[in-house]
């Protein structure tokens, strides 16, 4: 197998954007594809592949090519390690240059090699995740955030039945997925595919979004009728499924500081045919004046270090420092402090993030207890779920009660 040059330069540039520059993954990504047209669907799919392979193991493949950062054409040499690790023509290119063959072997003896080559982590990120697990947990979820993450499909019961869908998918598209009882509306799909050109999805009739990610939403329990705002919409993924599960009764209050992400949502909705959310920039005061203490369930699905679903971005593990993390827990806290005065009395508090850690969750929430506005609140319930237990996104949940 060949690897085109105009493909790998265009490899090259994303690496050097991400580890450099510090793009976003999923920005970075959709910059190359809409600035190379007319790659092939084949093409278009690779360079996805092996960017995503090149950002993942980052540590190992500089192991085994026996590079390092000031090796020269660093990331050209990244993507050499995976054409020989993956059987691939070896160019003979300048920027490849020395690089014949490979300075060790897969697997990594851990006799010879410390895990933060054998699973491609900073220093930092290992020394935080044995603080905060055993060694043994740790390098099992290591080994599942590693593994690509499963693509899941949350099903728009306002139109149709998971059931339906699934008949649907497998008859017309020959799509084969399958079920978990402990996620009502998901769709476990046997392969990666894209889905957003078919009819289907264009009807509305279901979502991409993680099985984790839906298990927010039913910790939310909201019920038709119901007030909830959503401090921290995003494009309104778990928005949407309130709304489903509320069956587009009652009110949902979106907030936001991205206007972009709230346009998202708004399409979204018209997709999905949900009229119950009304969004707003999350610094509107007079949002917060009309609604102090008047929602049943204020949701803050809070910005966090991403940590818990590295399978699917793996860039966080190299753009995140232990100090942009410290920046991230004083903004949660402001979040739980400036949203939790929304819940009425007898109301609930739902805190959620994509992060494992403790420090961005379980001690957030006794921070934000201690506080005087956390004082009128009671923790009900939490748990961490971890990618090596679950098989999905590593996720937080917490439920709170306003007494």
């Given at each position: 197998m060949k690897l085109h040059r105009n493909l790998a330069l265009g490899i090259v540039e994303g690496l050097q954007n991400i580890f450099t520059h510090k793009v976003p993954l999923r920005v970075e990504l959709t910059r190359l594809l809409k600035l190379n047209r007319k790659w092939g669907s084949r093409d278009r799919r690779l360079l996805g592949q092996i960017l995503l392979d090149c950002i993942r193991w980052k540590t190992t493949y500089a192991h085994l090519g026996n590079l390092d950062p000031k090796t020269n054409h660093y990331h050209w040499k990244l993507l050499g390690v995976w054409l020989l690790l993956k059987e691939y023509e070896h160019p003979q290119w300048e920027e490849l240059n020395g690089l014949e063959k490979l300075h060790a072997i897969l697997p990594l003896d851990p006799k010879k090699t410390n895990r933060i080559i054998r699973h491609s982590i900073p220093d930092w990120l290992d020394k935080a995740g044995v603080e905060a697990?055993?060694?043994?947990?740790?390098?099992?979820?290591?080994?599942?955030?590693?593994?690509?993450?499963?693509?899941?499909?949350?099903?728009?019961?306002?139109?149709?039945?998971?059931?339906?869908?699934?008949k649907v998918l497998a008859s017309k598209f020959n799509i084969v997925s399958n079920r978990i009882e402990a996620y009502p509306e998901a769709l476990i799909l046997e392969k990666h595919l894209k889905l957003t050109h078919l009819e289907p999805y264009q009807?509305?009739?279901?979502?991409?979004?993680?099985?984790?990610?839906?298990?927010?939403?039913?910790?939310?329990?909201?019920?038709?009728?119901?007030?909830?705002?959503?401090?921290?919409?995003?494009?309104?993924?778990?928005?949407?499924?309130?709304?489903?599960?509320?069956?587009?009764?009652?009110?949902?209050?979106?907030?936001?500081?991205?206007?972009?992400?709230?346009?998202?949502?708004?399409?979204?909705?018209?997709?999905?045919?949900?009229?119950?959310?009304?969004?707003?920039?999350?610094?509107?005061?007079?949002?917060?004046?009309?609604?102090?203490?008047?929602?049943?369930?204020?949701?803050?699905?809070?910005?966090?270090?991403?940590?818990?679903?590295?399978?699917?971005?793996?860039?966080?593990?190299?753009?995140?420092?232990?100090?942009?993390?410290?920046?991230?827990?004083?903004?949660?806290?402001?979040?739980?402090q400036k949203n939790a005065p929304l819940v009425k009395k007898g109301g609930r508090l739902i805190y959620a993030t994509c992060s494992i850690f403790p420090s961005e969750n379980s001690n957030q929430i006794q921070s934000f207890l201690s506080t005087e506005v956390g004082q009128g609140f009671k923790l009900q319930r939490e748990k961490t779920f971890l990618a090596h237990e679950t098989g999905f996104d590593g996720f937080f949940i917490a439920e709170l009660s306003a007494v």
């Open positions: 697990f055993d060694e043994r947990i740790w390098e099992k979820e290591l080994t599942k955030q590693n593994e690509k993450a499963l693509l899941v499909l949350r099903v728009n019961t306002l139109k149709t039945t998971p059931e339906r869908l699934q009807k509305g009739l279901f979502e991409i979004q993680d099985a984790n990610s839906q298990l927010v939403s039913h910790w939310v329990d909201p019920k038709p009728g119901m007030k909830v705002i959503d401090a921290c919409a995003g494009a309104g993924g778990k928005t949407l499924h309130m709304a489903t599960l509320m069956k587009n009764k009652g009110n949902i209050i979106a907030l936001d500081t991205y206007p972009k992400k709230l346009e998202q949502l708004i399409k979204r909705a018209h997709r999905n045919r949900i009229n119950i959310i009304h969004t707003h920039h999350a610094n509107e005061t007079t949002v917060f004046e009309s609604n102090h203490k008047k929602a049943d369930v204020v949701l803050i699905d809070a910005p966090c270090s991403g940590l818990g679903i590295l399978r699917r971005n793996p860039a966080a593990k190299w753009l995140m420092t232990p100090k942009r993390i410290e920046e991230l827990q004083e903004l949660q806290l402001q979040i739980l």
